[in-house]
């Protein structure tokens, strides 16, 4: 059996979502021999210090995993920092990481679903990362496959390779190139429009997004997120209790335990990616923001 990947979970200072996440990882198959490294990032304010405090206080005595280190920062680095470090410190140690947020519930054979695709994929270069969460998007009618390749990366449950790691340019040194060229926009925009204006917006020191980096380092190296067809994740985060979280049931999600097959060519279905697309499709109100700031940016690009 080859080794299991060592699970990275980043929290903040959410003490009860914390708790029921790590409840419920600790129900799944495989965590009792899975090494748990957790991410405690400091506080950004007086105000959040006691409720820091209080996520650290209950990290405490963690049992049910085969080892458990927690790495606490003194300052806030803030998650797009944390993540992107964290995760590069476990792939240079382990070489494949599965990636958790504080505001997660997962299937019980979860922890099987993402070691199983890591061992499976870590040889096929157009898988980039896996997914464990799937968007609340159909299945086609006869689809014949457990899982699906789609244009677009999730942050919610997730795992990947160091070599892939590597490829992600997070200073996204190609932005002015991007920006300029409308074929790779709407190249990119082909696993949701919103991840153009997302891109600019990051770009621009407006939002501090690494999971826009990283959908784009998919984009960019012409590769794949790998999604069950069955939700193995559901967020608990939506409920305005996290920094980056707006209060919408609309990825609400239904867990599954079904038994699944990882086929040796996992496919691209366009029915589904068409899916993908409209699920992201911007309101018309968020439509004509998009516009007027992609015209001002362009504007203020052309008259420095």
Request: with cysteine.
């Amino acid at each position: 059996m080859r080794p299991l990947a060592p699970i990275a979970l980043f929290v903040y200072n959410r003490p009860h979502h914390v708790q029921q996440t790590i409840r419920s990882l600790r129900h799944c198959d495989l965590a009792a021999d899975s090494q748990l490294i957790i991410f405690s990032d400091g506080p950004k304010s007086e105000a959040d210090t006691t409720k820091v405090a209080e996520v650290r206080s209950s990290l405490r005595g963690i049992t049910g995993f085969a080892s458990v280190e927690i790495r606490e920062q003194t300052a806030n680095r803030g998650l797009a920092r944390s993540v992107i470090e964290g995760v590069t410190s476990m792939l240079a140690a382990h070489g494949k990481a599965i990636v958790l947020e504080d505001d997660l519930l997962f299937s019980r054979d979860y922890l099987s679903f993402m070691n199983d695709a890591l061992n499976a994929y870590g040889g096929s270069p157009e898988v980039f990362s896996v997914s464990g969460y799937l968007y609340p998007i159909p299945i086609p009618a006869g689809y014949p496959d457990d899982v699906v390749l789609l244009p677009r990366a999730s942050s919610w449950g997730w795992a990947t390779w160091r070599d892939r790691w590597e490829k992600a340019d997070w200073q996204v040194k190609d932005y002015e190139t991007f920006f300029r060229d409308r074929a790779l926009r709407e190249g990119f925009a082909q696993g949701g429009e919103d991840l153009v204006a997302m891109l600019i917006r990051q770009q621009k020191g407006m939002i501090d997004s690494w999971a826009v980096r990283w959908s784009y380092a998919h984009f960019r190296n012409g590769s794949w997120c790998l999604f069950p067809v069955r939700s193995k994740v559901q967020n608990t985060g939506n409920d305005l209790s996290g920094t980056h979280s707006p209060s919408t049931s609309r990825y609400q999600t239904t867990l599954s335990n079904d038994p699944y097959t990882l086929p040796v060519s996992p496919q691209v279905n366009p029915v589904m990616v068409k899916s993908l697309q409209r699920f992201f499709r911007p309101s018309p109100i968020r439509k004509v923001i998009n516009y007027l700031t992609l015209s001002i940016i362009k504007d203020k690009a052309s008259n420095p």
